[in-house]
């Protein structure tokens, strides 16, 4: 019986994490978007975070490998406890728009 030598996977969707900020969750906490853009950056390294006029997409997330990961990125650390992603945003993974 053959073997096979060779397999080329093509096609398939982009995946993309969307993150969907809570304005009011993040006035709560004292926060700014800008904040968070920051350590979102930060986190991803070389990876790209495309600006949009109300959202903003993140792509290739390089060692973040999913939403739950993102979710707990911290973005403050007040004495209290650290602030983290998912407690001022909804953050999804999915397949980037054609």
């Given at each position: 019986m053959p073997g096979v030598a060779e397999v080329v996977v093509t096609g398939g969707q982009v995946m993309q994490c969307r993150i969907i900020v809570s304005p009011d969750r993040m006035t709560a906490y004292s926060l700014t978007i800008c904040e968070l853009v920051l350590a979102v950056e930060q986190a991803l390294n070389d990876d790209r975070v495309e600006p949009g006029t109300r959202e903003r997409v993140v792509r290739e997330m390089g060692r973040l490998r999913g939403s739950s990961t993102l979710?707990?990125?911290?973005?403050?650390?007040?004495?209290?406890?650290?602030?983290?992603?998912?407690?001022?945003?909804?953050?999804?993974?999915?397949?980037a728009p054609r």
């Open positions: 979710g707990e990125l911290v973005l403050k650390s007040p004495a209290d406890r650290p602030i983290r992603l998912k407690d001022v945003a909804e953050v999804r993974l999915g397949a």
